[in-house]
C-alpha cells in the first residue's frame, strides 16, 4: 500500500528527542483480555499456585469486578481517557480470592500473577521488523529516544524484555506508573522535562490518531503517523493532524523524514539504506 504525507511540519526546529508509542508502533501486538480462552489457561496456572477458583467464569467475573473497581476510582471515572489506573490491584484482588483473605501477598507474587494472565490474553506480540534497527539508529543520531506509553507496568516493562527493547531507550514513561495518559498534554510535557528539551525539538511516532498525534499536538509537539491498525479498529488511514502519515511501521520513510528535517546528509543517510531497508 502507498503511503500519503505532509510536505510541512509544525516545528522549524531540529529534532533532539524522538517519543515513541509502543503497541501498533514498536510491537505488533493483539490481546483478547475478556475471552472465556484467556481465562481458562489463567486458571489453570493460579491453579498450580494454590489459588483456585470454581471454574474460569467464576475467575472472570472476579476480575471484571475488580477492574471496573479501580477504573472507577480515577477523577472522571470508566470514562476517563486522560488519568490511568494501576492494575496490580486487581491482581492483588484476584491472588486473595482464590488464597484467602488473610493470605500474604508479595510483590513478586503479583507481578508473576500479572504476566500469567497477559501471557493467557496475548494472541500476538512480536517487534516490527527493523524495530531495534531504528532505535539504534537514532540514538547513533545523538536523538533521545523516549517510550512514552498508554500500558500498565506489569504488563509492558516484561514484554519490553521479550520483545529486545528494553535498553533501547534513554527513558521509559508507562501511564500506569505516572498516572494519567495520552492524549493528556501533561504526559507529554512529563516526557519533554525527562530528557530535556523543548517541546518545539521532539517528534511523537504513534498509530493512534487522538492519544499519539492529536495529544501530542496539545503540547506543542509535532506527530508522525503510522498507520499499523486494522479497519474494524477505526484509525485513520492518514492523521490529518500529522506532519508526515504513512502505511504500515514504515520505518524507512519515517528515518528520512528525521534526516530531512535535521538536515543530516552523508553518512547518516547512508546509515538509513544499511539499516532499514525492507528488502533486506
Same mark, same amino acid.
Given at each position: 500500500?502507498?503511503?500519503?504525507?505532509?510536505?510541512?511540519?509544525?516545528s522549524?526546529?531540529?529534532?533532539?528527542?524522538?517519543?515513541?508509542?509502543?503497541?501498533g508502533?514498536? %510491537?505488533?501486538?493483539?490481546?483478547e483480555?475478556d475471552?472465556?480462552?484467556?481465562?481458562?489457561e489463567f486458571?489453570?496456572?493460579?491453579?498450580?499456585? @494454590?489459588?483456585?477458583?470454581?471454574?474460569?467464569?467464576?475467575?472472570r467475573?472476579?476480575?471484571?469486578?475488580?477492574?471496573?473497581?479501580?477504573?472507577s476510582?480515577?477523577?472522571?471515572?470508566?470514562?476517563?481517557?486522560e488519568?490511568?489506573?494501576?492494575?496490580?490491584? %486487581?491482581?492483588?484482588?484476584?491472588?486473595?480470592?482464590?488464597?484467602?483473605a488473610?493470605?500474604?501477598?508479595?510483590?513478586?507474587?503479583?507481578q508473576?500473577?500479572?504476566?500469567?494472565?497477559?501471557?493467557?490474553?496475548?494472541?500476538?506480540?512480536?517487534?516490527?521488523?527493523? #524495530?531495534a534497527?531504528?532505535?539504534? +539508529?537514532?540514538?547513533?543520531?545523538? +536523538?533521545?529516544?523516549?517510550?512514552?506509553? !498508554?500500558?500498565?507496568?506489569?504488563?509492558?516493562?516484561?514484554?519490553?524484555e521479550?520483545? @529486545?527493547?528494553?535498553?533501547?531507550?534513554?527513558?521509559?514513561?508507562i501511564?500506569?506508573?505516572?498516572?494519567?495518559?495520552? =492524549?493528556?498534554?501533561?504526559f507529554?510535557?512529563?516526557?519533554?522535562? +525527562?530528557?530535556p528539551?523543548?517541546? $518545539?525539538? #521532539?517528534?511523537?511516532v @504513534?498509530?493512534?490518531?487522538?492519544?499519539d498525534?492529536?495529544?501530542?499536538?496539545? /503540547?506543542?509537539? *509535532?506527530?508522525?503517523? +503510522?498507520?499499523t491498525? =486494522?479497519?474494524?479498529?477505526? $484509525? =485513520?488511514?492518514?492523521? $490529518? *493532524? /500529522?506532519?508526515?502519515?504513512?502505511?504500515?511501521? *514504515?520505518?524507512y520513510?519515517?528515518?528520512?523524514?528525521i534526516?530531512?528535517? !535535521?538536515?543530516?546528509?552523508g553518512?547518516a543517510v547512508? $546509515?538509513? *539504506?544499511?539499516?532499514? !531497508?525492507?528488502?533486506?
Amino acid at each position: 500500500m502507498e503511503s500519503d504525507s505532509r510536505a510541512s511540519s509544525i516545528s522549524h526546529e531540529p529534532y533532539t528527542a524522538i517519543f515513541f508509542d509502543l503497541y501498533g508502533t514498536l %510491537v505488533d501486538a493483539h490481546t483478547e483480555e475478556d475471552e472465556l480462552q484467556t481465562f481458562e489457561e489463567f486458571n489453570r496456572w493460579l491453579s498450580a499456585q @494454590g489459588c483456585h477458583f470454581a471454574s474460569a467464569v467464576v475467575l472472570r467475573e472476579r476480575y471484571r469486578k475488580a477492574l471496573l473497581q479501580v477504573q472507577s476510582a480515577l477523577p472522571n471515572g470508566v470514562a476517563d481517557i486522560e488519568h490511568e489506573f494501576d492494575i496490580a490491584p %486487581v491482581f492483588v484482588s484476584i491472588l486473595r480470592a482464590g488464597m484467602g483473605a488473610h493470605s500474604a501477598i508479595t510483590a513478586s507474587m503479583v507481578q508473576a500473577c500479572a504476566t500469567a494472565f497477559r501471557v493467557a490474553s496475548n494472541r500476538k506480540l512480536e517487534p516490527y521488523s527493523h #524495530a531495534a534497527s531504528l532505535l539504534v +539508529l537514532l540514538r547513533a543520531w545523538g +536523538l533521545t529516544t523516549v517510550l512514552v506509553s !498508554n500500558a500498565q507496568s506489569l504488563f509492558t516493562r516484561p514484554e519490553l524484555e521479550d520483545c @529486545g527493547l528494553a535498553k533501547s531507550f534513554d527513558h521509559v514513561l508507562i501511564s500506569s506508573e505516572e498516572g494519567i495518559r495520552k =492524549p493528556n498534554k501533561a504526559f507529554f510535557e512529563r516526557a519533554c522535562a +525527562l530528557v530535556p528539551c523543548a517541546a $518545539q525539538s #521532539a517528534l511523537m511516532v @504513534g498509530n493512534e490518531e487522538v492519544n499519539d498525534i492529536q495529544g501530542a499536538g496539545r /503540547a506543542g509537539i *509535532d506527530a508522525f503517523y +503510522l498507520h499499523t491498525s =486494522p479497519a474494524s479498529w477505526g $484509525q =485513520p488511514e492518514i492523521a $490529518q *493532524d /500529522a506532519v508526515c502519515s504513512v502505511q504500515g511501521a *514504515d520505518y524507512y520513510r519515517l528515518a528520512q523524514y528525521i534526516a530531512q528535517h !535535521n538536515g543530516l546528509t552523508g553518512e547518516a543517510v547512508q $546509515q538509513i *539504506d544499511r539499516l532499514l !531497508n525492507s528488502n533486506e
